[in-house]
């Protein structure tokens, strides 16, 4: 059993800045690619920003602005988010490619984590 928690979601004001959490725990052998991604009300689910072992890549829409990290030794995963604007109001969701051992990586999600960016 793999479960993915994100944490660290909330109400913000235009131009402040939140720091979102994502912990992977279970049965986790190795973890490949993890990734953050979005989705606003009515809107599909979008790509935020992806870690892979050589290089992390980021939306245009959020690039200067936010900045995504790993801790491997703690399965975790963090998007710094700086100079929040409105249309970055969404749900935030993290994904990461993971083999437990068993068969082959698959991806797993978490339950999300609402952002609000409002005056």
């Known amino acids: 059993q793999v479960q993915l928690v994100e944490s660290g979601g909330g109400l913000v004001q235009p131009g402040g800045s939140l720091r979102l959490s994502c912990a992977a725990s279970?049965?986790?052998?190795?973890?490949?690619?993890m990734g953050w991604y979005r989705q606003a009300p009515g809107k599909q689910r979008e790509l935020v920003a992806v870690?892979?072992?050589?290089?992390?890549n980021y939306a245009d829409s959020v690039k200067g602005r936010f900045t995504a990290s790993r801790d491997n030794g703690k399965n975790t995963m963090y998007l710094q988010m700086d100079s929040l604007k409105p249309e970055d109001t969404a749900v935030y969701y993290c994904?990461?490619?993971?083999?437990?051992?068993?068969?082959?990586?698959?991806?797993?999600w978490g339950q999300g984590t609402p952002v609000t960016v409002s005056s």
């Open positions: 994904n990461a490619d993971i083999f437990t051992g068993w068969g082959k990586p698959r991806g797993y």
């Open positions: 279970g049965s986790i052998f190795s973890i490949n690619a």
């Open positions: 870690i892979t072992s050589s290089s992390t």
